[in-house]
């Protein structure tokens, strides 16, 4: 299994409430990735990296900011967390781009719930 | 935008049948596509990976295809076992995204 931990990997918090979640790897893959995983809609890009302070929008970025400041680490913030972010995240990795032809591998996930 | 499609929903086998899932997309440029496996409460599993250049990829019992003409990609899993139940999500893969369907989940009866 790709070294990929997530934390945490519960939350529970409140709307308005600013939230960081943390992606870090072991593997030193140049990629990584966020998304989340929403019943009906399968999973869908936020953000990802290319490297270190290189980040890119995804499809559903708006609310949220990444930063990447070491390779290993890849961070998810809600600045003001709302109802419609509650949801399970996943963070992925890749060595290449899709391009290249490589293939992503997840980490356990963080499911998150706005009250 | 790419639109994946994943059908059926859901799927129940008894133990030892073959069967055959089925992905849809909507842009044929793709970079390569991919089935995954997701058991519940758990991340993503990468089981097979086809170049936008390949027909099939086998692994084991798997085996998946793939039509870029035709925006179809299918999963094969043979003499089916109750082990393999989970959910099987597909993904076309662009340059810096995957676009997943919304997964087939599958029960293997003993």
């Known amino acids: 299994d790709a070294g990929i931990t997530q934390s945490p990997r519960h939350k529970v918090t409140e709307t308005g409430t600013p939230v960081t979640l943390r992606c870090h790897q072991t593997e030193n893959h140049r990629y990584m990735y966020w998304y989340r995983q929403d019943p009906g809609h399968g999973l869908r890009l936020i953000h990802y990296?290319?490297?270190?302070?290189?980040?890119d929008k995804g499809e559903v970025s708006d609310g949220y900011s990444v930063s990447r400041s070491k390779t290993e680490d890849f961070l998810l913030t809600l600045e003001s967390a709302t109802s419609s972010q509650t949801s399970v995240y996943f963070c992925?990795?890749?060595?290449?781009?899709?391009?290249?032809?490589?293939?992503?591998?997840f980490g356990p996930g963080t499911r998150l719930t706005v009250l | 935008k790419q639109e994946v499609t994943q059908i059926p929903a859901a799927l129940s086998v008894p133990e030892g049948e073959n069967l055959v899932l089925n992905c849809s997309f909507t842009?044929?440029?793709?970079?390569?596509l991919q089935w995954f496996r997701q058991d519940p409460g758990k991340g993503l599993t990468s089981l097979l990976l086809i170049q936008s250049s390949q027909r099939e990829q086998t692994s084991g019992r798997l085996n998946a295809s793939l039509d870029k003409s035709s925006g179809r990609s299918t999963l094969y899993i043979a003499a089916s076992q109750p082990g393999d139940s989970a959910t099987y999500l597909c993904a076309s893969t662009g340059a810096n995204n995957l676009f997943f369907g919304t997964g087939t989940r599958l029960t293997v009866i003993p």
């Open positions: 842009d044929s440029a793709i970079y390569n």
């Open positions: 992925a990795i890749s060595e290449n781009s899709g391009r290249a032809g490589d293939t992503q591998y």
């Open positions: 990296s290319y490297g270190v302070k290189d980040t």
